[in-house]
């Protein structure tokens, strides 16, 4: 089954951190851009970061800029979301999703395959 299975989300306090970790199943993430998107409760879903295949160019909305980091490691078939310095704001439902690189910017694909999603609740 072709699919991507998104793990590392929880509870954690602010201020904390959390790697996710996008693995695929079923397929290679060769040739395909990765992104991570997220949807707050009651909110629309919102794109988090990119990195394309092509030469692992990273890309970040402005509120993931010096406190979230993508990373890509095709060997284990998996990309990364590093997340420092989380806040209340953070709390969603993360979501990676992929889509073929036909050498445009990560941000300007349309992500066709999705995982299932992984909590992450920033709390005391």
């Known amino acids: 089954q072709v699919q991507l299975v998104e793990s590392g989300g929880g509870l954690v306090e602010p201020g904390g951190s959390l790697k996710l970790s996008c693995t695929a199943s079923?397929?290679?993430?060769?040739?395909?851009?990765i992104g991570w998107f997220r949807q707050a409760p009651g909110e629309g879903r919102e794109g988090v970061s990119c990195i394309s295949y092509t030469d692992a160019r990273p890309h970040y909305e402005d509120f993931a800029k010096g406190r979230f980091t993508i990373s890509r490691d095709n060997a284990k078939n998996t990309v990364y979301l590093q997340m420092n310095s989380l806040e209340p704001e953070d709390t969603a439902v993360y979501y990676c999703?992929?889509?073929?690189?036909?050498?445009?910017?990560?941000?300007?694909?349309?992500?066709?395959?999705w995982g299932q999603g992984t909590q992450v609740t920033v709390s005391w």
């Open positions: 999703a992929g889509v073929v690189d036909y050498g445009l910017p990560c941000n300007t694909g349309n992500f066709g395959l």
């Open positions: 079923g397929f290679t993430l060769d040739y395909y851009n």
